[in-house]
């Protein structure tokens, strides 16, 4: 697998999708609660563009309201002379802003201090990376930015660090901030008490913050080096802050999209205790697991995986290379799908359990997936063509899934796949993070869904673990907790094997099954395809919906052409009372200290939330 990808930016596509709300969020929105006023959890989101919106500033904006749509969050884009408009008669029609980094740089005092007033009177704002650092001349403010007591903290140096005003740190935090942003095990790893941002080929990962001041007025959510602070949420007049030093928005388009969206549902979430779009179905989350079937040598491994009961369990996405070699042309080390009779008898069986069957790249593994390029379209195409033939002759349709040999796709092969009408394939980049419409580039893929892979510091397969002697017990360990995390979280995330290298950790791979098993049964995971969840999530995108307050209760009305089955509005209990159906049908559950309401198949649906009044303290 290579997570080396250039980088890109996006094109404009809004879309619709989910968060979930965790287990642990009660008791800060509680404590939050006290002290907001209740149109935070009816009133929108917006994001503060710039008046002057060039290409690649629109390009940012795309991909923030990409990111809050994926989330299950109403983001509002509007430019910063229209905000102030909105405030002349005193009214406040926004619940939060965000002050988004790289493409608004430059804002003028009279525009701080409406900002500084909206927050002051009550509003909520998550101010981001560089965001408003320049005045409207282009000079930085002295002695730091004039946004500092906003955050919380001195920021934005110049005059006395100039070229050291900014540094390349690594990142860390509790935990259970890292479970807070969604971020999975793995993705972070322990350094002592803390948890240290990591990722495929780095154990630790370095981002661009700038430095901070000695002291912070709030609480300190994650840090760096020198005690900079990189996250934290403090009140400000009626107010509250969350203050975000790291590039959102220029990490996402560069295939890195975790930290945004994490940072959007905390502060949509747990800040402002906004209803929120489920990601999973029903709520619930659960694994992909995309096994890759590569070389001959993984037919007796799968043989022996089917034995010891581990395909009982699923549907998983099982991705073959179908042709006779592996290697190099006439080498005989490949599965020969096409005339290897047991072998398709196996795999029928496995489609007829439930399984997905898909293409793992083009025909022969290695050969292909290190020559494939930008540049040789016309000379590849024919070995994607051959290997999607050979899996449709054995499934009986088109193939819906695909996983690139040694993670090497090039953005035309995912115009291919696009084109195929492929639903889903697996990603090497914007690791951690759920299902997505990539953005690589300047781009956003058209239709077609990644699944990013999850990773155990800078490895992700067993094989590795096992080259690199990573003991039996931290696999299982790590992957029992990916399973702990999206029962939790209600998020969907993808793990991977090569069947010969899951054989070499047969506990590892027997706790996990037993881990999903558990909270299965409990009704609170479920193994999912990419095939299946894709479909969902297109499903999704058409569902339209708004929140509005009536009679101190938040009222979510939601509409879908097709249908709102499974779609699923969460509730922190700590903020509402039991949500009512007033139009259409659906379920209200709780789940620990979430109300999940699950539409039924329905075509409309209205839901009545009373808010819990809080005593001021």
Known sequence: MNAAYRPGLARILLALLAGAVIAA????????????????????????LPDDMSDANRLFAAAWLDAAAEEGIRLQAITASAFSRHGLQGERPFAGVILPDT??????????????????????????????????????AEPASRLSALAGTDYAM???????????PTIAGSPQIMQALHIPPGRWIKDGAQAVLSGYGEDTLRYPVLHTGDSYAGTVRMQAEGNTVIAGEHAYGKGQVLFVNL???YLKLRTDGILMHGFLHYFANRIMGQPQLSAAPEAIGGLVLNWHCDAKICIPAMEQLIKAGVFKRGPFSIHVTAGPDQRAFGDGLGVDLSRNRPFQALLQSLRDQGNEIGSHGGWIHDWFGKNLADGNQEQMTPYLQQNADAVARLIGHRQTEYSAPTG?????????????????????GNIGQGPTHTYRDGRRDPHIWSFPVQTYGHISTIEEAYTEHVP?????????????????SGQIRLIYFHPPGAVLYPDAID????AADAAAKNGRFRW?????????????????WNISNDNHAVVVDAANAASLKQQTWLFPVALYAEPRITGGKAKVEQRGDTWAVIAADVRQLRISTPLIEKASP
């Open 511 to 514: 706790q996990l099954m037993l």
């Open 103 to 140: 493409i608004h740089r430059r804002i003028s005092t009279a525009f701080v201090n409406q900002v500084s007033r909206f927050v002051e009177n009550g509003g909520a704002l998550m101010l981001v990376g560089d965001a408003g650092v320049l005045d409207e001349n282009g000079y930085y």
């Open 528 to 544: 999912r395809t990419m095939t299946d969840l894709a479909r969902f999530m297109n499903r999704r995108e058409q569902t339209i």
């Open 158 to 168: 110049y005059g006395k660090l100039q070229e050291r005003m900014s540094f390349n």
């Open 472 to 488: 039996e017990s931290e696999i299982s360990s790590w992957l029992t907790s990916l399973v702990q995390f999206t029962e939790n």
């Open 408 to 428: 090497n796709q090039p953005v035309w092969v995912t115009d291919w796949l696009d084109g195929q009408q492929v639903l889903a394939y697996y990603f090497t």
């Open 25 to 48: 969020a009660a008791a800060w929105i509680y404590r939050i609660s006290q002290v907001s006023p209740a149109q935070w959890q009816s009133d929108p989101i917006a994001l503060l």
């Open 247 to 249: 590039p959102l928005g």
